[in-house]
């Protein structure tokens, strides 16, 4: 069955960075675009980036100019490069496989951004 494994979270100070990685098994995620999501508590859950099959990447406003998606079909898994990162950034993140008639998604790994 189609499963992804978010990992990379922790505890990074403001300003710092972290790199997240959602590893895929049970398809082959060339073909499909890919997205990070986060859910802060009481919060819903926000769209953060998506990269396309061929390449292409949209971004949520809040981490524009921050944040870099990115994806390595051979290796199977999807990237999150997070940059000058603030409390607010603090969430569980979540990567998905855009698939039909429905998305997969990973269990999330915490993101906790403080001093």
């Known amino acids: 069955q189609v499963q992804l494994v978010e990992s990379g979270g922790g505890l990074v100070q403001p300003g710092g960075s972290l790199s997240l990685s959602c590893a895929a098994s049970g398809i082959s995620i060339s073909v499909y675009a890919m997205g990070w999501y986060r859910q802060a508590p009481g919060k819903q859950r926000e769209f953060l980036a998506r990269?396309?099959?061929?390449?292409?990447?949209n971004y949520g406003d809040t981490v524009k100019g921050r944040f870099t998606i990115s994806r390595d079909n051979a290796k199977n898994t999807v990237y999150l490069q997070m940059n000058s990162l603030k409390p607010e950034d603090t969430a569980v993140y979540y990567c998905?496989?855009?698939?039909?008639?429905?998305?997969?998604w990973g269990q999330g790994t915490q993101v906790t951004v403080s001093s």
């Open positions: 998905n496989v855009e698939t039909v008639p429905r998305f997969f």
């Open positions: 990269i396309s099959s061929g390449g292409s990447t």
